[in-house]
């Protein structure tokens, strides 16, 4: 086994392109690090990303946040600005594990490890994220949702990577919020998760919707009806009612120790409600 | 294989070895180094024994890679006294009886102290919330959140 810390991405490409055998990116490598350990995945290089120039750089980018693949969780929540302006992501890469984990995990390397409850997937699925990645065959944008394909899959294609994760400008007034439901109150994995982005005009009607749904189904769900219920009204309480109802219609859960699918189902749309009044009170002007 | 020379400081102190790729830091220190405060309590990130400082920053060394510590600045619990006098936190888990067989004690005081440096005035639910990630089998933490509790008042007031 090799362990290579290139300083460009074009170096990183190329040695992920052209080393023989498995090439794995390391970012905090809290979940690598553990698969490593239970004899899998194998690896023949371990690509350390930490050192590229850039990547562990928060910037500003046309009104939005451009996010280095490799900026831990604690950096972020310590980003006062970024925290006002998109505190639903910032709160479910937070829940990640535990302070010392906080030090290492990457909002890249849990949308990368792929699995269906990775806490932060929804936020930026709600958050309608752009992820940038680069290979062999230069950069392309991704929409964060076409990211994961599977429980431990993802569409990169041999040699790429993800550099950096966008979030978009802060449209007037909007908020976003995530919940997850775990048994006890810290260090666990979600049972479900869920999240919800939203804009009002001026006068305090819904103009557009996210809502993401966590740890239900194989891969993160962008529930589309449960959007359109709010979309047009001021998140009364029929449209709270049938946002509730698009959640758990859209929620298709395994059973399994946390959970059974009818209770995950249920909080599907418990939690739907909630993060929806969070993200409407963050918005501001609406409540 | 040839194995990674990597040149590092640790607990202030240059220090070099020669390790491999898939090695972890918490193995690197173990083994190689023969820092053995550092505990092994899972190799899974779970149970914090293993809880070191990196570049100002408290992580698992179960979960860094030796190779990555190159150039960095890593903190042990054997960093934590000046000379002979305990540091107010291990005074502090004596007095309390904060401890019982001592595995998890090194983790709890390395990830003390850096609760400490950060917010020298924690309430218990953030000293609780922040030691959420190290685990103690024998003494139901009570003892341990008064002891981190009591140290950060005595050293509010030396200050
Ligand atoms: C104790 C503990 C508690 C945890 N709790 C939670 C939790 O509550 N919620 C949760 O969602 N997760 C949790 N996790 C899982 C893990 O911490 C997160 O998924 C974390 O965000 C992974 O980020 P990382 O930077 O450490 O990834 P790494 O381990 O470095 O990488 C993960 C995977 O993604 C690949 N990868 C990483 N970065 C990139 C990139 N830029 N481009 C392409 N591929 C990449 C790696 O090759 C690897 O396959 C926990 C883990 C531990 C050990
Ligand atoms: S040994 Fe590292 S967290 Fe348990
Ligand atoms: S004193 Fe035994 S595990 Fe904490």
């Not at chain 1, 300083?7 to 490593?36: F, H, K, Y």
């Not at chain 1, 590229?52 to 980018?61: F, H, Q, Y």
């Not at chain 1, 065959?137 to 994760?165: M, N």
């Not at chain 1, 239900?216 to 109802?245: F, H, M, N, Q």
Request: hydrophobic share 45%.
């Amino acid at each position: 086994m090799h362990y290579v810390s290139p300083t460009t991405t074009d170096e990183a490409v190329r040695i992920l392109s052209s080393a023989p055998g498995a090439c794995r990116i390391v970012a905090g490598g809290t979940d690598l690090l553990v698969q490593m350990r239970s004899g899998m995945p194998e690896a023949d290089t371990l690509l350390d990303i930490k050192r590229i120039g850039g990547l562990r750089e928060i910037a500003r980018d046309d009104g939005g946040w451009r996010i280095g693949a490799a900026v831990s969780g604690a950096e972020l929540g310590e980003h006062a600005e970024l925290v006002g302006e998109w505190p639903g992501v910032v709160e479910a890469v937070n829940l990640i594990g535990s302070t010392q984990i906080q030090g290492r995990a990457t909002m890249a390397g849990n949308l990368c490890n792929a699995s269906p409850a990775a806490d932060s997937v929804p936020a930026l699925v709600a958050a309608n994220a752009v992820v940038r990645v680069v290979g062999p065959e230069g950069v392309r944008d991704v929409p964060v949702l076409d990211i994961p394909a599977g429980p431990g899959k993802t569409t990169l294609k041999r040699g790429e990577f993800v550099s950096s994760i966008y979030l978009p400008a802060k449209t007037g007034q909007s908020g976003d919020a995530y919940l997850r439901f775990i048994p006890r109150t810290e260090m666990d994995i979600a049972v479900v998760g869920c999240a919800v982005w939203l804009a009002f005009d001026a006068a305090g009607t819904c103009t557009e919707a996210r809502v993401a749904l966590g740890a239900v189904g194989p891969k993160v769900i962008l529930a589309e009806e449960a959007a359109r219920a709010l979309v047009g009204t001021r998140i009364d309480e029929p449209a709270l009612d049938a946002l509730v109802a698009a959640c758990s219609a859209a929620a298709r859960p395994i059973a399994d120790k946390r959970g059974t699918v009818a209770f995950r189902t249920h909080v599907a749309g418990v939690l739907a409600r909630r993060a929806a009044l969070i993200a409407k009170n963050r918005a501001g002007g609406a409540a | 294989m040839s194995r990674i020379h990597v040149t590092t400081t640790i607990n202030g102190e240059a220090a070099e070895f020669l390790c491999d790729a898939g090695e972890t830091l918490l193995d690197v220190l173990r083994d190689r180094l023969g820092l053995t405060g550092s505990k092994e309590g899972c190799g899974t990130g779970d149970c914090g024994a293993c809880s070191v400082v990196l570049d100002g920053r408290l992580v698992c060394a179960c979960l860094v890679l030796g190779a990555e510590a190159e150039g960095r600045t890593v903190g042990t619990i054997e960093g934590m006294t000046t000379g002979e006098a305990l540091h107010p936190l291990q005074r502090k888990f004596l007095e309390h009886a904060a401890l019982q067989c001592g595995i998890c004690t090194p983790g709890f005081l390395v990830a003390a102290k850096a609760l400490l440096e950060r917010t020298p005035d924690p309430t218990e639910e953030e000293a609780r919330y922040w030691l959420a990630g190290n685990l103690c089998r024998c003494t139901g933490y009570d003892k341990i959140i008064r002891a981190v509790l009591d140290a950060a008042a005595e050293m509010r007031e030396a200050h």
